[in-house]
């Protein structure tokens, strides 16, 4: 099975929040970085700072969580945010050297 990854995204001003899931998380986050969807929502609200993530053994258990996830408020996804990373750093060079294929 696949791994799978469930991310949040933000922008430089951390007022607008995208809930992603992916199998290879530093090639989405790139994908969001360069803005290889022009028309998606991350890319019209310059989505691209990676301030929250959580790594899944199989990609089915990430979509389960994104679902959960995105039917939360907006306060229980801050809330998590904050528990991880409380000053909101762009955690892109922590994770970008994770796999890569």
Known sequence: MKPGFIYIITNKNNTTLYIGVT???????????????????SARYNLNKLVYYEAFQ????????EKQLKA?????????????NPDWKDLYEDIKDVMWF
């Open 23 to 41: 199998s290879n998380l530093p090639k989405r986050i790139t994908e969001h970085i360069e803005k290889r969807f022009n028309d998606s929502f």
């Open 58 to 65: 199989m990609i089915g258990d990430a979509i389960a969580r």
């Open 72 to 84: 939360g408020s907006r306060a229980k996804k801050m809330a998590l945010i904050n528990g991880m």
